[in-house]
C-alpha cells in the first residue's frame, strides 16, 4: 500500500479510542418510495433513517441527475470501522499488532482508505437512490469524482438515462391467429426425393454437353481488359451444378451447361470490393473456364434397400416414410410455435407505448456503422435503424411485464436446470454451477428462464385463434444449458 504521508483529507484528528460512540440521528419511520415520473423541477427527498438525502432532477428527455448527501455521521462510522478492521490486520514496527494509533495508521493507508471508503459509499448510495425513486437507468450512472472527508457529510452525483415508461396494453384485448400444422404430403415426397438425392453416384460422361445436374470439372484462369493472365487466378476446382455454381459472386452455371468436353467458357465478371487478395478487389475481369470432365449424377430406385441404407432401423420404404412424415410433423410445429411466439410478443409490443430513447438507438447503430455494407447502402442502414428501435422497444416492453406482473426467476430454479446439466454431463454440481457464475452462463440461464416465463403469462392472457390447439406454453430449456440471451429482456 502506499507509504505517502499525504493523506488529503482523513489526516484530521481523530481520537485513538476506536470504540468510542458516533452519535447517530434516531430511526424514523420508512417511507414509502417516492413518485418522480411527474416531477416538473427538482425534488428533495429526505432519507434519515439511512442517513441520507437525494435531489433528482432532470437533465434532458431521457437523462436525470442525483445529487446525494450522506450524513457525516454515517461517514465516520465507516472511517472508524474501516480502522479498527486495518488495525487488526498490519504489523508495523514498535507497536502490538491490533494496537497501532490511527494517527499511524492514516500516515500509512489512510489514501487507500479514503479512496475505499469513497467507492463504497457511491457504490451503495447510488443504487439506494435510484431505488428510493423508482427510476431505473438503462446502463451504470456516471458518478462524480468526489472524496469522503472527516467530520463532513459526503456530497456527490450521478447522470443516467433513464428507462422509459412503458404504457401496457390491456392483454385480454389482443388476438393473435394460430396457423394450421397440417402437414402436406408434398413435403414428404420432397424430402424423400432428397434422401435419393444424398445416395447419387456420378459416372463419367463424354458424348454429351453439360447439364443443369452435372458434376462439372474445370480450370479456372482470367484476363483483365488488356488481355494480360492474371497469376492469381488459376486454380482446379469441382462444381456440382445442382447445388451451388456461384464464383465470387458471379453464376458460372449459365456459361457451363450446353457446352461439351474440353470446351472454354468465357464469363465477364467483377470482382467484390472486398476480395483477397485486394489487388482484384472492384476489377472487372474475363474469366476462362475449361470443361475438364463431366460427371452425371445417378439417382437410386426409392425402393425398401434404399430405405436400409438411409435408416437401418426401417425394414421398408414405407417405414421410412412414416419416420420422415413423423420428423417434418414435430418439425412444422416447432417452427409454428415459434412463429405464434413470436406473433404474440409483436402484438403485444405494437400495442404498447414506449418512447425509446435516441442516445440508445445511436450507441447499438454505432456497432454497426463501421460495417461498409452499412456505409454504402443508406436504405439498408435506415432498415437496419428502425429493427434496432424496434428491438430496443421490445426489450422495454417484455420488462415492464414482468415487472407488473411480478415475474422473476428464484435461484433454485437456475439449480435446477444447472443441476439437470451436471446429472446428464457427468460434471459435479457445485464446480459447474460456479463456472457458469464466473462466465456468465449462469445469468444467460436465468434470462431464458425469464423470458419462458413471461412468454407464458402473455399466452394465458392474449386471444389465440384457429387452428389446432397446440403446446402454446413456453417451456424452460429443459437440458439445463445455457444458450446465449435471446435479447428479449437483457438489458444494454
Do not use: W
Not at 194 to 206: L, Q, T
Amino acid at each position: 500500500m502506499n507509504t505517502d504521508a499525504e493523506n488529503n483529507t482523513l489526516d484530521e484528528q481523530m481520537p485513538d479510542n476506536q470504540d468510542a460512540a458516533v452519535e447517530q440521528p434516531s430511526a424514523a419511520p420508512q417511507e414509502p418510495a417516492a413518485d418522480v415520473a411527474a416531477s416538473s423541477g427538482p425534488t428533495v427527498i429526505a432519507v434519515p433513517e439511512e442517513f441520507y438525502t437525494l435531489t433528482i432532477e432532470d437533465v434532458d428527455k431521457n437523462r436525470k441527475k442525483i445529487y446525494v448527501e450522506v450524513a457525516k455521521e454515517e461517514i465516520m462510522k465507516r472511517i472508524e470501522d474501516s480502522y479498527r478492521e486495518l488495525r487488526q490486520k498490519v504489523l508495523v514496527n514498535g507497536f502490538r499488532k491490533g494496537h497501532v494509533p490511527d494517527t499511524v495508521l492514516r500516515i500509512h493507508y489512510g489514501r487507500e482508505i479514503q479512496e475505499d471508503i469513497t467507492r463504497d459509499v457511491m457504490t451503495t448510495f447510488s443504487q439506494k437512490a435510484l431505488k428510493k425513486v423508482g427510476v431505473k437507468p438503462v446502463f451504470d450512472p456516471d458518478l462524480s469524482n468526489d472524496k469522503v472527508e472527516r467530520n463532513k457529510p459526503f456530497k456527490f452525483d450521478f447522470t443516467f438515462l433513464a428507462v422509459p415508461a412503458v404504457a401496457l396494453p390491456e392483454l385480454a384485448s389482443i388476438s393473435v391467429t394460430r396457423q394450421s400444422a397440417e402437414l402436406d404430403e408434398a413435403v414428404v415426397d420432397r424430402a424423400l426425393e432428397d434422401i435419393r438425392v444424398s445416395h447419387a453416384s456420378y459416372e463419367v460422361v463424354e458424348d454429351r454437353p453439360v447439364n443443369d445436374t452435372d458434376y462439372v470439372s474445370v480450370h479456372i484462369t482470367a484476363v483483365d481488359a488488356e488481355g494480360n493472365e492474371l497469376a492469381d487466378i488459376d486454380e482446379e476446382t469441382d462444381i456440382e451444378l445442382s447445388e451451388s455454381s456461384d464464383y465470387h459472386g458471379t453464376d458460372l452455371k449459365p456459361a457451363l451447361v450446353g457446352r461439351q468436353l474440353g470446351e472454354l467458357a468465357e464469363i465477364s465478371m467483377t470482382f467484390p470490393t472486398d476480395m483477397k487478395p485486394m489487388g482484384l478487389a472492384g476489377q472487372t475481369v474475363t474469366l476462362k473456364v475449361l470443361i475438364r470432365a463431366i460427371r452425371e449424377r445417378v439417382l437410386p430406385e426409392l425402393n425398401d434397400e434404399l430405405a436400409q441404407d438411409e435408416d437401418p432401423t426401417c425394414a421398408t420404404l414405407e417405414e421410412l416414410r412414416n419416420k420422415v412424415r413423423n420428423h417434418l410433423q414435430e418439425t412444422l410445429k416447432s417452427q409454428l410455435h415459434d412463429e405464434l411466439v413470436n406473433s404474440v410478443v409483436s402484438a403485444v409490443v405494437d400495442a404498447s407505448a414506449c418512447e425509446v430513447p435516441e442516445e440508445l438507438v445511436e450507441r447499438r447503430m454505432a456497432a454497426l456503422d463501421y460495417r461498409p455494407e452499412v456505409k454504402a447502402n443508406p436504405e439498408l442502414r435506415t432498415h437496419l435503424e428502425q429493427e434496432t428501435r424496434r428491438s430496443i422497444k421490445r426489450q422495454f416492453v417484455l420488462q415492464a411485464v414482468a415487472e407488473t406482473n411480478r415475474l422473476n426467476v428464484m435461484a433454485l430454479e437456475v439449480d435446477a436446470q444447472i443441476r439437470l446439466y451436471a446429472e446428464q454431463t457427468g460434471q459435479e454440481f457445485d464446480h459447474l454451477r460456479q463456472a457458469m457464475v464466473d462466465d456468465g452462463r449462469y445469468d444467460a440461464v436465468r434470462e431464458r428462464l425469464l423470458t419462458a416465463k413471461i412468454h407464458q403469462y402473455l399466452f394465458s392472457k392474449v386471444q389465440i385463434l384457429g387452428g389446432e390447439p397446440a403446446a402454446d406454453v413456453v417451456e424452460p430449456p429443459a437440458d439445463g444449458q445455457a444458450p446465449e440471451p435471446d435479447g428479449d429482456v437483457a438489458e444494454e
